[in-house]
């Protein structure tokens, strides 16, 4: 069958638009709120780790309703997709009726909470989709996670793209993204229906398997590094650099990078195997993170090679980890809803890591957002949180990786 028969484009997508919202938003948000409002950093970092932890409680709820869910499961999921989108033009496109922070904490909330639903419900859908077939699971992957990572470009460049095209580029960007929004639920539509034919899992039994424990926590402390580098990118660029207009092409540059070598590790991981292709990628990305200490202000043309290596190792995480993940679910809960709804909230959870600590941190070393006279001494904190931080989780990643044993013990 031909991936358009099969429908795998309307995959991609979906996928581009749920990663739209999310990871960019991380990025964009905080700093719009900073600059726009006048919100303390460590204001947006206390709302974002508060986000997280009520996603503690919501994400398995969410996964328990979405294993549960049988008719009317397309048209519930298209509402939720509305939410998504009308949090976006209020976060973006409305100005605060109220205290900005408060305006701030609403949006958001509602916009990760749609993101959440449907995000362990689209990943949910895919282990139906593929079986246990790992080549199907790869195959979808594929599309899936280009789609992602292509929808992380356009969001991560368009607010800056449109800083020359519209007096409201934020607001343009967020209706734009909701008329997306609208397009790719129509045309996911058909693919809500009839997948779900397994008995509910729970929690307590998936997380009994020990496969699945692992690839947990190695996907807690993995992608750590990412939700560090991601929240500070703009102010590294802005503040260290002293690229200012460069942020939107080069955070295009990263994600691009990311999406371009997607199948070259996917390549990779059929003839080596998934393991050493993820370790591979992994001492690339500390080494990339390493040069980072190295730049200080001017240095755009170095710091864009970091952003293409580093881009790419991040290609090797967001499609071989899901596809792993995934795989191990058709076995041990073949409806997905429980065990994504866990596989959701590790990933938001290094975000809330990365906000809770790290603005805080930075506001504290003297760092204001869009000054032109930050101290030295919290250029030096800033280039530390960026490069040094992330360096240090990922060989913890290694070690754990290195450590693990992938194969089910059956």
């Not at 020359?164 to 580029?169: G, K, T, V």
């Not at 942020?247 to 199948?263: H, K, N, T």
């Not at 596809?323 to 596989?343: D, E, H, I, K, T």
Request: glycine share 8%; proline share 5%.
């Amino acid at each position: 069958m031909s991936a358009w028969s099969e429908r795998l484009p309307s995959y991609t997508g979906y996928a581009a638009v749920l990663s739209a919202a999310g990871l960019p938003i991380y990025i964009y948000a905080p700093k719009y709120y900073a600059d726009t409002y006048g919100v303390s950093l460590t204001a947006l970092g206390a709302i974002l780790f508060g986000l997280r932890l009520f996603d503690v409680i919501q994400d398995p709820v969410l996964g328990w309703i979405s294993e549960r869910l049988r008719a009317g499961k397309a048209a519930i999921i298209s509402v939720v997709s509305i939410v998504l989108a009308l949090s976006m033009v209020g976060l973006f496109a409305v100005a605060p009726p109220t205290n900005p922070a408060v305006w701030f904490a609403l949006m958001i909330t509602g916009l990760f909470s749609a993101f959440s639903f449907l995000t362990i419900n689209f990943y949910a859908q895919g282990i139906g989709k593929a079986g246990t077939d790992p080549k199907g699971h790869v195959r979808l992957a594929a599309w899936r996670e280009t789609g992602a990572l292509l929808g992380v470009c356009i969001a991560a460049v368009a607010p800056t793209v449109l800083m020359d095209l519209s007096n409201a580029p934020f607001a343009t960007f967020a209706y734009g993204f909701a008329a997306a929004t609208v397009v790719a639920t129509l045309f996911m539509w058909p693919e809500w229906k009839g997948r779900t034919t397994q008995e509910p899992s729970e929690i307590r039994e998936i997380l009994s398997d020990k496969l699945t424990r692992r690839l947990l926590i190695l996907a807690l402390v993995n992608a750590t590094p990412l939700a560090v580098s991601s929240t500070l990118f703009l102010f590294f660029v802005e503040s260290r650099l002293g690229g200012v207009g460069w942020e939107g092409p080069l955070l295009v540059l990263f994600f691009l990078a990311a999406a371009l070598s997607s199948p070259m590790w996917s390549a990779l991981a059929r003839r080596w195997g998934e393991k050493p292709t993820l370790l591979l990628a992994m001492v690339l990305a500390v080494i990339s993170f390493g040069f980072a200490l190295t730049l200080g202000k001017g240095d755009v043309n170095q710091f864009a090679i970091i952003c293409v290596i580093s881009g790419a190792t991040i290609g090797a995480d967001l499609t071989l980890l899901p596809a792993m993940f995934a795989r191990r679910m058709a076995v041990v809960s073949p409806n997905g809803g429980q065990g994504f709804g866990l596989w959701t909230l590790v990933s938001k959870f290094t975000l809330a890591f990365a906000a809770v600590i790290l603005l805080p941190l930075l506001e504290q070393a003297g760092f204001v957002a869009g000054a032109t006279d930050v101290p030295d001494s919290a250029l030096m904190m800033l280039t530390l949180l960026y490069a040094l931080v992330p360096s240090l989780l990922k060989l913890v990643a290694i070690g754990l990786l290195v450590a693990t044993n992938l194969e089910p013990e059956e």
